[in-house]
Nanobody
């Protein structure tokens, strides 16, 4: 079972930038898609950005133009570059990997990394 470890979170003022990394313990090339989700206190977990095995991407409307997801298969790592951060981006960010096994979707989650946007 591949494990995912996120890093790069922290405290940043509004307008600042952070780059999150999600390092996998094994190859990510077998996953149909890799994504970043976030969950703020009292809110449901929501999809922020996703990248497929063919590198097509999709984003939550509120982060379009500010966040960029990318993957490096050679390093088994997925990144989330976050620019022009806003206080409403404050949340725990989770990395997710999805694959199909015997016709069923299987998901792997990281432990999460806290992002706090505050002056």
């Amino acid at each position: 079972q591949v494990q995912l470890v996120e890093s790069g979170g922290g405290l940043v003022p509004p307008g600042g930038s952070l780059r999150l990394s999600c390092a996998a313990s094994g190859s990510i090339s077998s996953f149909v898609a890799m994504g970043w989700y976030r969950q703020a206190p009292g809110n449901e977990r929501e999809l922020v950005a996703r990248i497929s095995s063919s590198s097509s991407t999709n984003y939550l409307d509120s982060v379009k133009g500010r966040f960029t997801i990318s993957r490096d298969n050679a390093k088994n790592t997925v990144y989330l570059q976050m620019n022009s951060l806003k206080p409403e981006d404050t949340a725990v960010y989770y990395c997710n990997a999805a694959k199909v096994v015997a016709g069923d979707w299987r998901y792997t989650w990281g432990q999460g990394t806290q992002v706090t946007v505050s002056s």
